[in-house]
């Protein structure tokens, strides 16, 4: 599960670009029931979604050319120079060279072999989301890969991530750990797109998920604002029940109300 401790490897930051982040503050804000805090003048639009006061992910305007509304996991790094020549070596893409956010921290953004979009954040003044896990806030993350076996590859060489194939139906999941881990501290994972979904024109693509308490009633509220629900809400055994969700100006998102133990 997903902790506010954000080892190295570890999902510390999510935000969303959009092309009308006025719009989407007002989406997400009857959605998930997030407040939105402008980062001040200097910060270009960029900002906060909030919870009772604590960041939970964050938003900004679209700034790279031909970039399309999407959500973007940062994997902690305690290095975002040595992470960015891994990436290079692994024959990923810099979408962005590392640079200084004030004294916040240092980002850097990438494309992995297989054409999922990620970023990476080291820390200074900010850790990272002051929320993971509970309601409302970013509990899992997912990599829905064209090619799986070349993402995990790529993503062992660049954080140097643990591995356990799970059986899932007519597929393999991949659960992800950071180096270290236990059994108990899966952050997410990778699995592949099946030929349905590629010829759909489904591309790689990693897919934050939101716990919430009831996902029909997110999905129904989705719909009702102008997104399509991808996925119904459906049990799975051992995971929860979830939704995946395309928000009105394209971005993919989950919401899941997490099997508890024994279910």
Known sequence: MLTTDYVPGSPNWLDLGSPDTSASAAFYGALLGWTF?????????????????????ALGPLTEEGATSAWTVYFRTTDADRTTALVERAGGKVRFAPFDVFTNGRMAGYTDPTGADFAVW????????DAVTDPGTLCWTECYSTDAEAGKAFYRTVFDWQEQDVPF?????TVLTPA???TDDGQGGIMQLGPEQTAAGTTSHWLPYFEVLDPDARAATAERLGATVRIPPTDFHGVGRLAQIVDPHGAVLAVIRSAQPGQ
């Open 37 to 57: 805090a402008s980062a001040g003048p200097a910060a270009g639009g960029y900002g906060f979604f909030q919870q009772d006061g604590r960041t939970v992910a």
């Open 122 to 129: 080291q820390p200074q003044d900010t850790i990272g989301l």
């Open 169 to 173: 139906g007519d597929v393999t999941y």
């Open 180 to 182: 270290g881990g236990g």
